[in-house]
T-cell receptor, first 111, second 113 residues
Framework: QQPVQSPQAVILREGEDAVINCSSS?????VHWYRQKHGEAPVFLMI?????EQKGHEKISASFNEKKQQSSLYLTASQLSYSGTYFC????????????FGGGTRVLVKP | GAVVSQHPSWVICKSGTSVKIECRSL??????MFWYRQFPKQSLMLMAT?????????EQGVEKDKFLINHASLTLSTLTVTSAHPEDSSFYIC?????????FGDGTRLSIL
């Protein structure tokens, strides 16, 4: 079942913050976050495995709620290079390590 | 870090042609690789799971005879789009899992005329 991502798109000024949410109706084994630039393959950002976990990568961080049904990606003090489409990929143990991707959130950071 | 190489990166061919796409894990072994298809401005849709030494597992709605998958070694999986038609034009991406992280190839843009 495809996770639900929100918002679908966001436009930011350089230096502003944004939050992208990824929700599932069932508990997840893990959540993977990726960023995809136009015409390129997705690039792995981070993976969250434990309920309540928080993880960071430069000024991009993510959290996984205690019930393991929602993850949020935080873009802090956004840079122009943060522009792209962000996807969450969710893994349910029963699905055999297959990732199911959300619909994506398009982020545009303007100067 | 783990590197997945995909070849070719862009293919343009006539309708009816069969096209083979290769996916290689360069610095790790992958018993399982995944093949995705992505249409413009849409999410990645899993097509099939490629299993080394055994048959691929296809997602519902994906034609097995249309999209032939071969995973002959621990570092190579191939996807062959047989008798491709314009509706098969898409961005095809493979991925492989290395120690819990999924790594993608650079993708193959397939355009069928």
């Amino acid at each position: 079942q495809q996770p639900v991502q929100s918002p679908q798109a966001v436009i930011l000024r350089e230096g502003e913050d944004a939050v992208i949410n990824c929700s599932s109706s069932k508990a997840l084994y893990s959540v993977h976050w990726y960023r995809q630039k136009h015409g390129e393959a997705p690039v792995f950002l981070m993976i969250l495995l434990k309920g309540g976990e928080q993880k960071g990568h430069e000024k991009i961080s993510a959290s996984f709620n205690e019930k393991k049904q929602q993850s949020s990606l935080y873009l802090t003090a956004s840079q122009l290079s943060y522009s792209g489409t962000y996807f969450c990929g969710t893994e349910r143990r029963a699905a055999g390590n297959k990732l199911t991707f959300g619909g994506g959130t398009r982020v545009l950071v303007k100067p | 870090g783990a590197v997945v190489s995909q070849h070719p990166s862009w293919v343009i061919c006539k309708s009816g042609t069969s096209v083979k796409i290769e996916c290689r894990s360069l610095d790790f072994q992958a018993t399982t690789m995944f093949w995705y298809r992505q249409f413009p401005k849409q999410s990645l849709m899993l097509m099939a799971t490629s299993n080394e030494g055994s048959k691929a597992t296809y997602e519902q709605g994906v034609e097995k005879d249309k999209f032939l998958i071969n995973h002959a070694s621990l570092t190579l999986s191939t996807l062959t789009v047989t008798s491709a038609h314009p509706e098969d034009s898409s961005f095809y991406i493979c991925s492989a899992n290395d120690r819990g992280s999924e790594h993608f190839g650079d993708g193959t843009r397939l355009s069928i005329l």
